[in-house]
């Protein structure tokens, strides 16, 4: 079962760790930490993956530092873990083999700003929020916006995206080229500022999604975007979540240049009133944004709301002010955190899938069905325009019979999104929560050229080990 993984799997003291932390204590001094606070903080994720702490710590400030780093490290055989602010949801920052954390969050810069070009040069400590509180005074801004205040450089490793994705796209499609320390210490720069290339293989994309395993991101070129002239937003009720699905597969086939169409299910508004006092009726709702021009909105939103009307939507609720549209989806964001008002004092299991469009309707009503069956509480709520939904279960994890009726739970909602040609994970991530997942997604062909790859770039192993793989 998913949840056995333990601090008991680690495989012992790796011999070359006795070497190797001295030398970085003494390098870098207050920088390095291996109290058992530090340790456990850097094994922390929000998951119910069992903390699994490297053996030491250490913050680095510039890509030269990353690359001492990793070479004394692979020196020594000792596993390198990067450690982004640890809002991972899969175990990405766990340290299976031990090894040592590289904390990036002191790597913070915003290097250059190029408005007339639209990309920024960042390093991999920047958070979303940072960067655009950074950008706003030029009229610009980050697009991807997964929820959590992530750093980028964590965003770019697991190929995130959120609520922006269905017009703006995810990471790859936001980074236009990165350096990289690679397991030896070497450094790569992929590509350059030009907006496409086909100078070779694709190195940067190789990279973005690769979770630590091939590397450790240390500057990015990410692309911007000018803030609309309009931006509008609000919510529609609807009678079934269905109903709410089916409109948004017909809002995406129309081609309408949704921004947002997020889904929220009645479990979900009701925790979200109870959070952030929202105040709406407690049906399946989608929350809207639409961007472009006042006429390009306004019409965009009539076409909605008609669309929405056809599948038994009631009327849309414009939050007109930017206050309200803030307080609307900063209620969205806070989802996780508005679950704990249905079960105070349960643990919340984050967990995703996504589906081509045209089954999104026919996944999340089975998954619904499949919830009621197995009488757990987790709501539901989804980038829904791109296909991709998320449940939050909540687990007293006392109770051993719930706890393996989740798993089970989780095991058939990524194997039904696998058998309707869609992921087990749209955002999250494999690490070493869905690696048991990903040959019967991608075949062993397919994971065993992912394998090659590893070796090929890694063949020590030392770079973020125990992720994404199954066992062999």
Request: charged share 20%; aromatic share 6%.
């Amino acid at each position: 079962m998913t949840v056995q993984l333990s601090a008991d799997t680690r495989t012992g003291t790796n011999p070359g760790v006795a070497v190797a932390l001295p030398i970085l204590r003494q390098r870098f001094g207050e920088r390095f930490g291996d109290s058992e606070a530090i340790r456990r903080q850097h094994g922390h994720q929000m998951t119910w993956l069992v903390n699994q702490p490297p053996d030491a710590v250490v913050f680095a400030e510039t890509t030269e530092e990353v690359a001492e780093i990793v070479r004394i490290c692979a020196e020594h055989e000792v596993p390198v873990i990067p450690f982004g602010v640890g809002s991972s949801l899969e175990g990405h920052v766990n340290a299976p083999f031990g090894g040592v954390s590289v904390d990036l969050s002191r790597m913070n810069r915003v290097l250059a700003v190029h408005a007339e070009d639209l990309d920024a040069v960042v390093e991999p400590g920047v958070t979303r929020k940072q960067l655009n509180d950074y950008l706003r005074d030029q009229g610009l801004f980050f697009p991807i916006d997964p929820g959590a205040d992530a750093s980028l450089g964590g965003m770019a490793a697991t190929r995130a995206s959120g609520t922006n994705a269905v017009r703006y796209g995810t990471m790859r499609d936001n980074v236009l080229s990165l350096t990289a320390v690679l397991p030896d210490g070497s450094i790569v720069k992929t590509g350059a500022r030009a907006k496409k290339s086909a100078a070779g293989y694709d190195l940067t994309r190789l990279i973005i999604g690769s979770e630590g395993t091939l590397g450790i991101i240390t500057e990015m070129v990410v692309r911007l975007h000018g803030i609309p002239e309009t931006i509008a937003g609000g919510v529609v009720p609807f009678e079934t979540i269905e109903g709410a699905c089916n409109a948004t597969i017909l809002t995406i086939q129309h081609g309408i240049p949704v921004a947002r169409i997020e889904l929220v299910d009645s479990l979900m508004v009701k925790a979200t009133n109870a959070h952030a006092h929202l105040g709406l009726p407690e049906k399946p709702h989608l929350f809207v944004e639409l961007h472009g021009s006042p006429d390009g909105v306004k019409e965009q939103a009539e076409t909605f709301g008609e669309i929405a009307k056809e599948f038994g939507g009631g009327d849309f609720v414009w939050a007109v002010k930017p206050e309200d549209r803030t307080k609307l989806w900063q209620a969205r964001h806070e989802a996780y955190w508005a679950s704990f008002t249905l079960r105070p004092g349960a643990k919340a299991i984050a967990t995703d899938a996504c589906v081509p469009i045209s089954r999104l309707a026919e996944c999340v009503t089975d998954t619904v069905k499949d919830v009621e069956e197995t009488g757990l509480l987790a709501p539901i709520v989804g980038h829904v325009g791109d296909g991709n939904f998320h449940l939050t279960i909540l687990v007293d994890m006392e109770d051993h019979d719930e706890v393996a009726r989740c798993d089970a739970l989780i095991s058939r909602l990524n194997l039904r999104a696998i058998a309707m040609e869609g992921t087990c994970t749209g955002e999250h991530g494999v690490a070493q929560g869905k690696a048991k997942y990903l040959e019967k997604e991608l075949g062993h062909v397919g994971v065993d050229m992912m394998r090659a790859i590893k070796n090929a770039i890694d063949p020590k192993g030392i770079m973020n080990p125990g992720k994404i793989f199954p066992p062999a």
